[in-house]
């Protein structure tokens, strides 16, 4: 391993790093990656989910290298980053994802790997290519990468128009095995894009599964489909996925009302280019009047707000990903004829809400789910080119991947907490300083926070 990282290491400060020799390094029996155990996915029984510790669950380890298949990569990760699923993950709700696996393990001799007794958690990630497995032509050893967290058999028709249609998809590193919170991961080969080359490793790693699900949950015409003019309800504005969502809405020619939890996170979006910001704290919304029973009053008053902000407008779509505890408010607000946009549900998967608002004023529910390839694709190009930045704020060495988890659980974090594997310090990896001097003040506005 050392002999990677001190190959990788050889580009630094080079804008043209010359990597193709990885593929002549041996590539190490073993490796260190973030695990549960299915030995231990009662540890949490009895005790409510904010009592339950991701540092307790999540074990730095030894573990086996993986035989590649056709069509897949393995790759040097340098950095990773935590999301929720890492939260649903470590503390085993919904389920212990090891259901996943075994569902997965059915499909083939190939799929069969990745039942195991452990699971090497982690769905972003950004590195270099080591090796590829057979089939792989646009990919090759030294290239360095991004990886999205889309994996996809398209066996079935289904997916052949979207791929997360495909009844075969899954969430790399959530639903498989071999995830990007390690020193290695393997990946499909139709999940890597180019990294990009004015970022840092861990910059680079961490917009990759949110970027792309705000991109599609927003700007597709899978999802929302936003237009110029626009105005977009954006709740967690200054998080993992509303940070994206926030930029995406500015640049797209909408407005964003963007709700936040505290002061400085409503600064955070004010310095990303926003105007009409809501301090749900200060206001002291309480949807809920007890854990059964929603307040519609509260609905009224965030809606007479929004309208103050706007000039009358109701937003035409609602970015939702707080599920149970926002819904119904989201539901309300939304204009005749608008759209709430929903994934994730953070709050609780139970969603409660009016339906005489929907229905009687036209309103449309969308779920969406991450995004598919080309999705992927623009939403990483856009990184690329500078117009949309990441949203970095803190980043843990693995060792500390647990303390990082717990941070989100808590949502102690802005924007999104990245976790350095390979990488021996922050700051590298940078291959076009030109084009991040133009923008490094925006690429660092989470830091610090």
Same mark, same amino acid.
């Given at each position: 391993m050392r002999e990677i990282v001190e190959a990788i290491m050889a580009g630094e400060g080079s804008t043209s790093s010359e990597l193709s020799a990885l593929g002549r390094i041996p590539v190490p029996p073993t490796y260190r990656g973030v695990v549960v155990r299915a030995d231990e996915t009662g540890m949490f029984e009895g005790l409510a989910t904010g009592d339950k510790d991701p540092r307790k669950s999540l074990h730095v380890q030894e573990v086996p290298t993986p035989e590649l298949a056709p069509g897949e990569a393995l790759v040097a990760v340098m950095a990773s980053a935590i999301n929720y699923n890492t939260v649903w993950t470590s503390i085993f709700e919904p389920v212990p994802t090891f259901a996943f696996l075994r569902r997965y393990a059915k499909l083939s001799a190939i799929t069969k790997r990745h039942e195991l007794p452990y699971q090497v958690v982690g769905s972003d990630?950004?590195?270099?290519?080591?090796?590829?497995?057979?089939?792989?032509?646009?990919?090759?050893?030294?290239?360095?990468? &991004?990886?999205?967290?889309?994996?996809?058999?398209?066996?079935?028709?289904?997916?052949?128009?979207?791929?997360?249609?495909?009844?075969?998809?899954?969430?790399?590193?959530?639903?498989t095995n071999f995830g990007g919170l390690a020193e290695l991961a393997v990946v499909k080969a139709n999940q890597l894009m180019p990294k990009p080359r004015h970022l840092t490793w861990e910059e680079a790693a961490c917009p990759g599964l949110v970027n792309s699900t705000a991109y599609r949950q927003l700007v597709s015409?899978?999802?929302?489909?936003?237009?110029?003019?626009? &105005?977009?309800?954006?709740?967690?504005?200054?998080?993992?996925?509303?940070?994206?969502?926030?930029?995406?809405?500015?640049?797209?020619?909408?407005?964003?009302?963007?709700?936040?939890?505290?002061?400085?996170?409503?600064?955070?979006? $004010?310095?990303?280019?926003?105007?009409?910001?809501?301090?749900?704290?200060?206001?002291?919304?309480?949807?809920?009047?007890?854990?059964?029973?929603?307040?519609?009053?509260?609905?009224?008053?965030?809606?007479?707000?929004? $309208?103050?902000?706007?000039?009358?407008?109701?937003?035409?779509?609602?970015?939702?990903?707080?599920? $149970?505890?926002?819904?119904?408010?989201? &539901?309300?607000?939304?204009? $005749?004829g608008g759209a709430i946009v929903t994934c994730a549900s953070t709050s609780g998967f139970q969603h409660e809400f009016d339906n005489r608002y929907l229905w009687m004023n036209l309103k449309r529910i969308i779920g969406s789910h991450f995004a598919n390839y080309r999705e992927a694709w623009e939403a990483n190009r856009l990184i690329s080119s500078a117009r949309i930045h990441p949203t970095l704020s803190r980043v843990y060495p693995l060792e500390q991947t647990g303390q990082a988890t717990l941070d989100v659980q808590h949502n102690r974090h802005q924007g999104k907490v990245g976790v350095r594997c390979l990488a021996p310090a922050e700051g590298l990896g940078v291959r076009d300083p030109e084009l991040r001097a133009r923008h490094e003040q925006a690429i660092n506005r989470f830091r610090g926070e």
């Open positions: 990630a950004a590195g270099v290519v080591l090796r590829v497995g057979a089939g792989v032509s646009k990919w090759k050893p030294g290239d360095e990468v &991004v990886a999205h967290c889309l994996s996809v058999e398209l066996e079935e028709a289904d997916g052949h128009d979207d791929t997360m249609l495909d009844p075969e998809q899954r969430i790399w590193g959530f639903e015409h899978h999802g929302a489909a936003m237009k110029q003019g626009d &105005v977009v309800l954006i709740w967690g504005a200054s998080g993992g996925l509303g940070g994206y969502a926030t930029q995406y809405a500015l640049h797209g020619g909408a407005t964003p009302v963007c709700v936040v939890s505290s002061p400085e996170k409503a600064e955070l979006c $004010r310095r990303m280019g926003a105007e009409l910001v809501i301090d749900r704290a200060a206001e002291d919304f309480r949807f809920w009047s007890d854990e059964h029973t929603q307040d519609p009053s509260e609905w009224r008053r965030l809606g007479e707000l929004i $309208r103050t902000l706007t000039g009358g407008r109701d937003p035409d779509i609602v970015f939702e990903h707080p599920g $149970r505890e926002t819904f119904g408010a989201s &539901v309300y607000v939304a204009r $005749r």
